[in-house]
Structure formats: C-alpha cells, structure tokens
Nanobody, 123 residues
Framework: QVQLVESGGGLVQAGGSLRLSCAVF????????MGWFRQAAGKEREFVAS????????YYADFVKGRFTISRDNAKKMVYLQMNSLEPEDTAVYYC????????????????WGQGTQVTVSS
C-alpha cells in the first residue's frame, strides 16, 4: 500500500512562487509514475505534471510549461512541484498521485492519491 502526503500549499500573490512536496510512504517500484493534478472549485480534476520514478522523464500540461517544474528525490522518496509565475487561474487543490507503471495524463489511471493541498493565488 502506497500513501502520499502533500504539503506546501498556501496563499500567494500573482507572480509569486510556491513549492509543493509529496512524501511517498510504502513500497514503490522504480517503474512508478508520479503525477500532480489539480481541481478548482466546480471543475474537474486535471493533469498538471508527471515524472517517472526511474529515469526521471517528465511531462507537463500545456498551461504550465515553462512555469512549473516537477522533480523527485529518490533517496528521500519525495516528489516536488515548483510553481513560478503563479496566476489566479492556478488556484485549486493540488493532489499528488501514483501509479505502478509509467506516466499518464488520466487521473483515473492513478490508484493512489494524497489528501490534497490548497493553493490560492490572489490578483
């Protein structure tokens, strides 16, 4: 069983930065894919970024390219989402998710989820 715990959310002004962290507990394989998703009020959950645990291949949604960076620390079993140039449209609950193999844009393909962390960007 894999457990994920996010942290690092908060309130920030437009143009500011935040770094989200996801601690991974439990047994994981090197093939695991880790993703960040977000869900704004009244909207569906959407893909933000993902990384494959081994190799480190990364994937991003078009709306965050150049602003957000996903990374992982294998030794600490941590996944990070560095968010720069934040916009009010980035306001959402951000979730860390894991799947047993590779990366995917589909939230339905991730069986493991954290509790989420709120990010609010004021204009």
């Amino acid at each position: 069983q894999v457990q994920l715990v996010e942290s690092g959310g908060g309130l920030v002004q437009a143009g500011g930065s935040l770094r989200l962290s996801c601690a991974v507990f439990g047994y994981t394989l090197s093939s695991y894919g880790m993703g960040w998703f977000r869900q704004a009020a009244g909207k569906e959950r959407e893909f933000v970024a993902s990384i494959v645990w081994s190799g480190g291949s990364t994937y991003y949604a078009d709306f965050v390219k150049g602003r957000f960076t996903i990374s992982r620390d294998n030794a600490k079993k941590m996944v990070y989402l560095q968010m720069n140039s934040l916009e009010p449209e980035d306001t959402a609950v951000y979730y860390c998710a894991a799947r047993t193999y590779g990366s995917s844009y589909s939230p339905q393909s991730y069986p493991y989820w954290g509790q989420g962390t709120q990010v609010t960007v004021s204009s």
